[in-house]
């Protein structure tokens, strides 16, 4: 499960059309925070960091 939702994240993370806030919310996430913490968790790096390093 963690691995499709990381893919999914990374996909959105990579459109600049889709906010951080934006994506959590595409993905089912209760709030930004807990997307945040899921995806640094998984990545090692922030959501703003990983949609920083890709444009």
Same mark, same amino acid.
């Given at each position: 499960?963690? /691995?499709? =939702?990381?893919?999914?994240?990374? !996909?959105?993370?990579?459109?600049?059309?889709?906010?951080?806030?934006?994506?959590? /919310?595409? =993905?089912?996430?209760?709030?930004? !925070?807990?997307?945040?913490?899921?995806?640094?968790?998984?990545?090692?790096?922030?959501?703003?960091?990983?949609?920083?390093?890709?444009?």
């Amino acid at each position: 499960m963690d /691995e499709y =939702l990381l893919i999914e994240a990374k !996909a959105y993370l990579q459109n600049p059309a889709h906010s951080i806030q934006n994506v959590a /919310e595409l =993905l089912s996430f209760s709030d930004q !925070a807990a997307f945040c913490k899921f995806f640094k968790r998984c990545c090692g790096i922030s959501p703003s960091e990983f949609k920083k390093g890709k444009q």
